[in-house]
């Protein structure tokens, strides 16, 4: 596996028409639309031979984890495009990370 951390900035809430088209269409994450727009960290997992983003964790500003995906119910934020490892070192800010530190926040082992 292959770890990275990237930095985004926070979008703005969604508007109220997007908001309700969320209410009445499925959504690929419906436990964490509300807070994707508050990540500005993510922390994301990649396959080693395809190095395609397999499992993802978003950290607000305060660096407290507010999404882990995927699971059950949640497709996920990244996982649910064709970035691979390289495009994310090319086009956001980045810091490699071992699975220790991705293995803390996904457990919730970290103190801030």
């Known amino acids: 596996m292959l770890y990275l951390k990237i930095r985004t900035e ?3 809430p969604d508007a109220w028409w997007q908001r309700l088209l969320l209410r009445l269409l499925p959504c690929a994450n419906p436990d964490f639309e509300p807070q994707i ?7 994301l997992a990649f396959e080693a031979a395809d190095q ?6 978003g950290l607000d500003a305060a660096g407290r984890v507010i999404i882990k995906t995927p ?6 934020y990244w996982t649910d495009n064709h970035l691979t490892y390289q495009d994310f070192q090319k086009h956001f800010p ?19």
């Open 52 to 57: 395609a983003p397999v499992r993802e964790i």
């Open 94 to 112: 980045h810091q490699i990370i071992d699975c220790a530190e991705f293995q803390a926040h996904l457990i919730g082992c970290v103190i801030n």
């Open 37 to 43: 727009h508050l990540v500005c960290t993510w922390l």
């Open 71 to 76: 699971d059950a119910r949640n497709y996920g």
């Open 10 to 12: 926070p979008a703005p």
